[in-house]
């Protein structure tokens, strides 16, 4: 089975990911917002998504670091990856306590202030032209680069206030 869905939220992708196995449908494969799903016991599968680092470091490394703790590697997109586990293994949480969950916030937070940034050139000067020129095809593409704007500044802030949440926890 074939889904489209576009996330910016790791956390509300996991739980979907989780649904859909609860549902018998294992995750398989994504590419550009298409996920791919393949049958399977329903509840079989617990999956959690991870940023590495950087793109260029030993994906084997990793691979073989998350076989050895019982956990498959599905998928990576860029430095996303897509990590399972059987659920009659026990609970799967990648991040257990508040400092990893923190750095792992701080590490999204980071990722997604480049595409930010960039948005937010692009969306300006698409608007610049836009009021220029009044053409109706860039007043479309000037709403739609602020809406990507906006929904990248939506990721920045809940990770902020779920880094804010954990240093509360902490206290």
Known sequence: MLKFKLYYDKDAE??????????GWAFKKFFLGFYTFEPCEPGE???QIDLLDNWSGNKSDYASFMEDL???????WWRWVYLRKKA?????????????????????INFFKIFLVIEAI??????TATIRIGNFIFGIFTLLLG????A???V???????IEQLSNEKK
């Open 88 to 108: 009659a293994d026990g609970p799967f949480e990648m991040y257990t306590d508040a400092e990893s969950k923190i750095y792992l916030y701080k590490k999204i």
């Open 45 to 47: 599968y617990n999956y």
């Open 122 to 127: 692009c969306f300006f000067m698409e608007l």
């Open 147 to 150: 809406v990507i704007s906006l």
């Open 70 to 76: 019982g956990v498959e590697v599905i998928d990576q």
């Open 156 to 162: 920045v802030w809940k990770c902020k206030w779920k």
């Open 14 to 23: 996991e739980v979907w990911l989780r649904e859909m196995s609860l549902k």
């Open 152 to 154: 990248i500044l939506n």
